[in-house]
T-cell receptor
Framework: GQQLNQSPQSMFIQEGEDVSMNCTSS?????WLWYKQDPGEGPVLLIA?????ELTSNGRLTAQFGITRKDSFLNISASIPSDVGIYFC???????????FGTGTRLTVIP | NAGVMQNPRHLVRRRGQEARLRCSPM?????VYWYRQLPEEGLKFMVY????????ESGMPKERFSAEFPKEGPSILRIQQVVRGDSAAYFC?????????????FGPGTRLTVT
């Protein structure tokens, strides 16, 4: 299957700091999605990207679809305690029916 | 609008028993996907179904696992003769159209524990 490398694996930050995480793939993707998963819950879609170079914001979250179509990043500005959770990137390859998920970035926000 | 619903949320089975996991997609969604998540890992695709049809089961183990999405009622993921390695969280997602990539919504998952 497709390999999605997500980094960093975990982050410990102070409340109010900005956060940046990224995802790289071994193949060209035509869609990048970012999800957040809270303990014991399913992933919740945060941002969807459909075009190379696209930059999209959702409140304090900003994500970009890399020009090479093999990477994406997610930024969170002015982090708050409720940002705690695991963030997953996911992508779709042309012709595939499913999403491929990264290994996740576990975010801890220290008040 | 109710989201994707899954039940049970937690399921404990002894080795050799059968597990049935149910998923009701969001209203108006006719495409259902099942994923499995092992601890500390990302989600791995298992199967993609539309009403009454299995479209892609390339991620499903060849034995003991089956899935259906009948004309009426929820989608069912069935695991026969469960083994300890089947212990995982199983998530269902739905979308109003396929293939995925746009607006794929996940349920809360079923945590299966095999003892």
């Amino acid at each position: 299957g497709q390999q999605l490398n997500q980094s960093p694996q975990s982050m410990f930050i102070q409340e109010g700091e900005d956060v940046s995480m990224n995802c790289t793939s071994s193949s060209i993707f035509n869609t990048w999605l970012w999800y957040k998963q809270d303990p014991g819950e399913g992933p919740v879609l945060l941002i969807a990207l459909y075009k190379a170079g696209e930059l999209t914001s959702n409140g304090r979250l900003t994500a970009q679809f890399g020009i090479t179509r093999k990477d994406s990043f997610l930024n969170i500005s002015a982090s708050i305690p409720s940002d705690v959770g695991i963030y997953f990137c996911a992508g779709q390859v042309t012709g595939a029916n499913n999403l491929f998920f990264g290994t996740g970035t576990r975010l801890t926000v220290i008040p | 609008n109710a989201g994707v619903m899954q039940n049970p949320r937690h399921l404990v089975r002894r080795r050799g028993q059968e597990a049935r996991l149910r998923c009701s997609p969001m209203k108006g969604h006719s495409h259902v996907y099942w994923y499995r998540q092992l601890p500390e890992e990302g989600l791995k695709f298992m199967v993609y179904l539309q009403k009454e049809n299995i479209i892609d089961e390339s991620g499903m183990p060849k034995e003991r696992f089956s899935a259906e999405f009948p004309k009426e009622g929820p989608s069912i993921l069935r695991i026969q003769q469960v083994v300890r390695g089947d212990s995982a969280a199983y998530f269902c997602a739905s979308s109003p159209w396929g293939p995925p990539g746009k607006e794929q919504y996940f349920g809360p998952g079923t945590r299966l524990t095999v003892t």
